[in-house]
Nanobody, 120 residues
Framework: QVQLVESGGGLVRPGGSLRLSCAAS????????MGWYRQAPGKQRELVAH???????EYADSVKGRFTISRDNAKDTVYLQMNSLEPEDTAVYYC??????????????WGQGTQVTVSS
């Protein structure tokens, strides 16, 4: 059984910072890409940031320059450092990982989501 467990969400004032973490646990061969998505009320889930195993990152235009994704492959963990937060960043943030369960089987997994609220 593979699980992604997120932490680090909360309430923060505009201009503040938060750091999200997502750790994978269970039995698997390795993890390919890891990333963060978010879903605001009434909106579709959207990509926030994504990183390959080798460290190549991509970001949504709305967060470029403010958010930084990183990962620790030894800990099977991905992080999202969020700075200069804006009310528009309010959403449930979901961790995603492409997990290689065997040499031939890659499965997409999602975390349970963590709420980020930016409000004064």
């Amino acid at each position: 059984q593979v699980q992604l467990v997120e932490s680090g969400g909360g309430l923060v004032r505009p201009g503040g910072s938060l750091r999200l973490s997502c750790a994978a646990s269970g039995t698997f061969f390795s993890i390919n890409a890891m990333g963060w998505y978010r879903q605001a009320p009434g909106k579709q889930r959207e990509l926030v940031a994504h990183m390959t195993r080798g460290g190549s990152a991509e970001y949504a235009d709305s967060v470029k320059g403010r958010f930084t994704i990183s990962r620790d492959n030894a800990k099977d963990t991905v992080y999202l450092q969020m700075n200069s937060l804006e009310p528009e960043d309010t959403a449930v943030y979901y961790c995603n990982a492409e997990i290689k369960r065997s040499l031939l089987l890659v499965t997409d997994y999602w975390g349970q989501g963590t709420q980020v609220t930016v409000s004064s």
